[in-house]
């Protein structure tokens, strides 16, 4: 099969691999339809994740199941699904509290005994070996472990486009609002336009916000973000965002900050600390913006990707103003059958920030083009 396969940094290339096969009875086998390029696949592409060996990438994908194993009895060939980027049991301590991306499972890790280490990180698709290893869905197939718990059948009425984002970039922004538990009536500023963020501003308007901002430095991204998030922006190359949000808020502060650009917010220091394992300051600015522009007592929460350990965490904002503070990768399967329900029913529309719908076979220049930020480019699908 045709498959886009990481070789090393900035180098990506669609090209032939062996197809992928059942290798235990709770996997299935699926004919991708559509998958998309995320922010996170340029963290690999741009070498801030390390990936040794040659390695399929795409975690968001969906398409028609082609084969089941004996132990995966709620879906059957032929059926429609869209596919979890988490790859979770279903069935282990962390997967029964509904926090998927902690299944002691899908990553094993092992201690200098040889014994199990439990819950040692996420298993995502096509996510370097740090993360399990497994091939990913920029692929005509992809191989879906624990297939009895992941992939959710699609109504026929919707269509790829309308659902895809199901995968990941939906829910994951729909974590950054339900994580700080809006009551109904708050500001919450998003920092970062790109697809995340956009999902994130459309969750924060359906869990209740009565103000949302988006930050970018990116112009046609925050125009982007005005017509299909109808948000507030603010270009943080033109103005002191956190000057601009507190102006906003009577000098108060948004209720709640987003982080949703996380690592690549400052990528010439990130280029120059790449292979060492300290990060300089200055590297997580938005994070200390969020610190700096949340009221006191506010909520932050992260979903922009942070890979290594900082030292210049801003402990004593923290602190002092009483932050509430909540990140990580989504818990996708948590959120996904009421997600879909919202699509259904129409109270959201996600496929308005598609800009690019290509063949498979563009996929390496589609890289470039996203990474670069060029040709107004902000979501790419990609059609094996
Ligand atoms: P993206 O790269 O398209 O978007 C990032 C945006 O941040 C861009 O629009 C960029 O212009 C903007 N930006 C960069 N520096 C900025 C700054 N200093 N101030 C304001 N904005 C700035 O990526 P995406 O697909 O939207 O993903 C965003 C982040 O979310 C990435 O870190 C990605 O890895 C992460 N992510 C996390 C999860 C999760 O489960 N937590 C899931 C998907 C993606
Ligand atoms: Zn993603
Ligand atoms: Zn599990």
């Given at each position: 099969m045709k498959a886009l396969v990481f070789h090393k940094p900035k180098d990506v290339r669609v090209e032939t691999v062996e197809d992928p096969r059942i290798e235990d009875k709770r996997d299935a086998i699926i004919r991708v339809t559509s998958t998309a390029i995320c922010g996170s696949d340029l963290h690999i592409y741009n070498g801030m994740f390390p990936q040794p060996r040659n390695m399929v990438l795409g975690h968001e994908f969906m398409g028609i199941v082609e084969e089941v194993g004996s132990g995966v009895g709620n879906i059957k060939k032929g059926d429609r699904v869209v596919v979890p980027f988490p790859i979770a049991c279903g069935h282990c301590h962390f997967c029964d509290m509904e926090l998927p991306t902690h299944c002691e499972n899908s990553n094993p890790h092992y201690g200098p005994e040889g014994a199990l280490l439990k819950g040692k990180g996420a298993a995502l698709f096509g996510y370097t070996d740090l993360y399990g290893g497994y091939n990913g869905g920029q692929a005509e197939y992809v191989r879906v472990p624990y297939a009895d718990y992941g992939p959710r059948k699609v109504p026929d009425t919707l269509t790829d486009d309308q659902i895809l984002f199901m995968t990941d970039i939906f829910p994951t922004g729909w974590s950054a609002i339900d994580w700080a538990q809006l009551k109904g009536g708050e500001t919450v500023a998003v920092f970062g336009c790109g697809p995340v963020g956009i999902m994130a501003m459309k969750s924060a308007w359906l869990q209740g916000a009565k103000r949302v901002i988006g930050i970018d430095i990116q112009p046609y991204r925050l125009d982007i973000a005005r017509k299909s998030a109808r948000v507030e922006t603010i270009n943080a190359k033109e103005a002191d965002a956190v000057e601009a949000i507190r102006e906003m808020t009577k000098g108060y502060g948004a209720d709640v900050c987003v982080d949703?650009?996380?690592?690549?917010?400052d990528r010439s220091v990130l280029e120059k600390a790449l292979n060492v394992i300290q990060l300089e300051k200055g590297t997580m600015k938005v994070l200390e913006h969020c610190f700096d522009a949340v009221r006191r007592g506010g909520t932050v929460t992260v979903v922009g990707v942070y890979g290594t350990p900082y030292d210049n965490f801003p402990l004593h904002q923290w602190f002092d103003k009483g932050i509430k503070l909540m990140g990580g990768q989504a818990w996708v399967q948590r959120y996904i059958d009421k997600l879909i329900t919202l699509v259904q029913d129409g109270k959201v529309v996600l496929d308005?920030?598609?800009?690019h719908k290509v063949p498979l076979s563009e996929a390496s220049k589609m890289y470039d083009i996203f990474n670069k930020k060029?040709?107004?480019?902000l979501k790419v699908i990609l059609k094996p």
């Open positions: 949703a650009v996380g690592m690549e917010a308005d920030i598609i800009t060029e040709d107004n480019c």
